[in-house]
DNA sequence: GCCTGGCACTCAACCGAGCCGAGTGCCAAT
DNA sequence: ATTGGCACTCGGCTCGGTTGAGTGCCAGGC
């Protein structure tokens, strides 16, 4: 087991590069920071760090920096989550509000949370099927052709076109429109497939086919992974990072451009509380050299859906996570508004 | 006035330049081009080019590489549109093709670009202003707040909420709608102003509130630059190039987060044929060692919105051109038939 | 047993010199 | 107008030497 010394050497550590990017060594760290012991004793816990696997020489007569498994024991046991200052709470606030629709909460968010963070923003849209059905439409665009619009409590908005097998009259589309409604509205989406199982029993025989069709759509646009929709934000912020470019940031871009990539990764966060994955615990290639924080957010206590950022490794860990949690907050706040 | 043969050096220098990627000398190019002429001959002229400004030395004692200038005068006189093969014709239709719903055509349509051009492609969404009104909806979803749902006859979808001054009955919610629609399905979002207008006055005095705030949203949401929405994809492709990068590519990530600017770039384009902005050209400081090539794309024959590719001004220009107004002309069939 | 100062060693990063070669400009000859 | 010849330029590469931060180890002290 490690000394309460050794594991505050670890934390001077990540917290030295995470600031000047450069590896650390063991007299700097004695001078930046009050441990209370020489820059030997210091070597020799480094080296004890070093054999548990905590950090790493990039090369030999080179200062330490840590490694995922050293930055995920100062994410666990070192740091906290650092709050934001209360003009930060404010701005947040001051941009988030006057959003005209859920396009504009979204776009806004992931360019706050790309601003405050310094990093690329990802920014999830309410999962339809963790929402609750606030209308369903139809409208006639043709005597043979549908348009329905699934409305959620969270504002999001999907439309589908149908092409019916058969014209549908006027009365018969008004029908179902009502029927559906108050079959479905106010319960969430997963269970609108249950829900509507028996509906096209109940019309006449001549009806039942567009019926079906209708609700095939409509259970088409609740399949998970099709149904998730995410927005990217703050991609110039990677290049602030490690100089030795097109390497390091190719393989981020194209992971990033990759929603179903990302759309996994955010999946694989906790629905709830907050969720690090550092370096090599991303299962993707491309992303083995970044760390990602997500977390959940929604109107109620529920999450709908996930947000957060991607960035080095190598970031501010307690600031990141504060960031996250807030506008992931504030995010829900607003949402339960509208 | 340029002779034939130096605008033959020059398209040679061009493309040997956007294939190699680097300076190319008189030497190396009576080698590959039978221009039937020896090196010195070709210096003559080169010297004689750079007078003229339509190509530079990067340094004394290195070979020639376009300007801003050149490339002009090349996409002007010297190039032709390539068009594209038929396999890649027929990959274009078939990724194209099972698009389920404007979203989802306008996220593949980058992506081809993209993949298509190995550069950053734009999709601009169809504007309302341009399209024509297919259906307006109102719904209540509580006593005193609304849902405006527009929807284009290209399948575009804008929604907004909308908190009324007073509660508003369902039959004057039934006859709202119907007026509205009656009023304006069929017409340009453009003229939709004008044939609101006497619309509240036909109302009882206690709705004519209501019928104005919805009126007044549905005004705002049409406003131009608010109404605008792009997608861009193959950020990644940023990365080909020159090796000198977080300087080159920092500034080009955020002009295209601006959307905004983006916005005004494809906005400058004209409406018909293709646009080729080279280097200078473009007004955005970010933006200038890109050139960009937009064209605009529509169900009819008149555009609705624009698509184009943005890379380093040393781009492959006919390929290009191909690949954008191939990929423009498919869009659009594929939203005439929808 | 833990800490500390001292010491020899390593090695990436940083010059500066020198070479190399692609490419140029100029000129005289055809 | 075109061409071959020639002297010149200069960025890029390699090579050797220096520097300094940082390490590991060890012997002595608390």
Redesign the interface.
């Known amino acids: 087991m490690l000394s309460e010394r050794r594991l505050e050497v670890l934390r001077a550590i990540v917290q030295d590069y995470v600031g000047t990017e450069e590896p650390v060594g063991s007299k700097a760290l004695t001078q930046r920071h009050q441990l209370g012991v020489s820059p030997a004793t210091v070597r020799n816990d480094m080296a004890a760090l070093e054999d548990e696997g905590f950090i790493a020489q990039p090369h030999t007569s080179a200062g330490r920096i840590p490694t995922d498994k050293g930055y995920r024991l100062f994410v666990d046991k070192l740091a906290g989550v650092k709050p934001l200052s209360s003009p930060e709470r404010r701005a947040i606030q001051n941009f988030l509000d006057g959003a ?2 859920l ?1 504009d909460v979204v776009g806004r968010t992931v360019r706050l949370l790309a601003q405050l963070t310094r990093q690329v923003a990802v920014v999830q849209y309410p999962s339809l099927t963790r929402s609750t059905v ?2 369903v ?1 139809l ?1 006639a ?1 043709a005597p043979a052709r549908l ?1 329905l ?1 699934l ?1 959620t409590d969270t ?1 999001r ?5 149908i092409d019916c097998p058969a014209p549908f009259g006027e009365t018969s589309l008004a029908d179902l429109r009502a029927r559906l409604n108050s079959c479905v509205v106010g319960r969430r989406f997963a269970d609108v497939p249950q829900l509507v199982q028996e509906l096209p029993d109940s019309f006449e025989q001549e009806d039942r086919g567009t019926v079906s069709t209708v609700l095939s759509v409509l259970l ?1 646009t609740l399949v998970e992974e099709t149904e998730e ?1 995410l927005v990217i ?4 912020n ?2 602030r990072f490690g ?1 030795d ?2 390497l390091t ?2 393989p981020v ?2 992971a ?2 990759e929603h179903v990539v990302l759309l996994k990764l955010l999946g694989e966060a906790k629905d709830s509380g907050m969720t690090v994955r550092i370096g090599h615990e991303n299962a993707h290639e491309g992303l083995t050299s970044t760390s990602v924080v997500a977390v959940g957010y929604g109107s109620g206590d529920e999450a709908v859906a996930k947000l957060g950022v991607v960035g080095p490794t190598r970031m501010d860990y307690p600031g990141t996570m504060g960031a996250v949690r807030a506008v992931a907050r504030y995010v829900g706040q607003i949402l339960a508004e ?1």
Do not use: K
């Not at 908005?157 to 076109?161: D, M, S, T």
């Open positions: 005209v629709d396009d606030r209308h439409e409208l665009l348009m619009v409305i504002g908005v999907e439309q589908r076109l088409e929709r934000g703050g991609t110039a990677l290049t100089h470019f097109p940031i190719r871009l194209e990033l451009e509208s």
